[in-house]
């Protein structure tokens, strides 16, 4: 099957007239990914739309300067301009997450989550963490992670019944297991996450509290989701995903544990910060403060909810049986469709998803029984509820696509799914100006 015509290489974006002029081939595939974005139904939660100020700050001159250590601390000179960047952002972080101290120098979520085991935690101490199966991350002790194999990972999963976090577990293993950290927050988590609870049994055991809320960093920020700052000693989390800033990360703390999270980040794991990242974050930050962020962080759950509601309609399982946030994990066993399978006819069509385990999924990662999908990037592009029953028939319509074998169906929806998108222009795309 030849390539959709969004997906070949088009010709040197007009928007990128250096790059188009030092380098066609790259600037063809610059220019092609943009079409890609601007046509396709992204619907991968961890993904989503920056604006264009945001896409802007990343391609600063900023970028040309190292700054090796803190605003009034660095190790280099010319750092007039940096200092107030990474201040502005910091002190943003701040006032957005109401947090006592915070750090934006890391580079992405899991070297921020190791800082935090730098930070609290000897190699071979036991950390607590949610399997990874089961929707938490990687970095939170699973065994394939350095974090599993310098520290010694406890994993807690969900209820058999209600596929919710099991509190019981936690607390049990908590109490025998003795961890010095323990995690909350996961990859693939569909409901609201009980601060309060793991909160409580962190401090009965004497345990470090990291909440990371890399996938709801943008609800909390926009009061979508409870936050997490009156029961967790660090708070860790990406800057894009829900949050719509650049690919970064950021750790926040009480002012008690300022010092071993800076620590851990500078000169514990990184050298110099990427100052142009630093920038995007400051003018993420400075978005999210605007009451149109907190109708925004609203509105992803609100489409997410119908979107769920709109697939129990059709007949879909829906692990935990729907979704308090942005994020919806679809187990498609009944529908004797394998996850892969139905990612994959549903990338052809225009939809892009990823195969994502289930709790207690029979088959294999890397050929599971589920999708995953999000609502994030679709809000960004002004989608509301009244179109998410139309995403669930062509979820629906692919799927069966996808057990039958039927590509023309595919082509169709793909069709169907382009008008769509050309309706409703993505932020930041210099396609169709």
Known sequence: MSLPQSAQPQPASLSHPALSAADPELAALVGAEEQLQADTLRLIPSENYVSAAVLEATGTVLQNKYSEGYPGR??????????????????????????????????????????AYLAFAEPGDTVLGMSLPMGGHLTHGWGVSATGTWFRGVQYGVRPDTALIDFDEVRDLARKERPKIIFCGGTAVPRTIDFAAFGEIAREVDAVLVADIAHIAGLVAGGAHPSPVPHADVISTTTHKTLRGPRGAMLMSRASHAKAVDKAVFPGLQGGPHNHTTAAIAVALREAAAPSFREYAHAVVANAKALAEALLARGYDLVSGGTDNHLVLIDLTSKDVPGKVAAKALDRAGIVVNYNTVPFDPRKPFDPSGIRIGTPALTSRGLGTDR??????????????????????????????????????????????
Request: charged content about 20%.
């Open 74 to 115: 660095r190790y280099y000179e010319g750092q007039q301009n940096i200092d107030l960047v990474e201040t502005l952002a910091v002190e943003r972080a701040k006032a957005v997450f109401g947090v006592e101290h915070a750090n934006v120098q890391p580079y992405s979520g899991s070297p921020a989550n190791l800082a």
């Open 388 to 433: 998410m029953p139309q995403v669930a028939e062509w979820i629906d319509r692919g799927v069966q696509a996808a057990a039958k074998g039927d590509e023309d169906a595919l082509t169709v929806i793909r069709t169907e799914v382009a008008e769509l998108m050309a309706a409703y222009p993505a932020p930041g795309l210099a396609v169709g100006e």
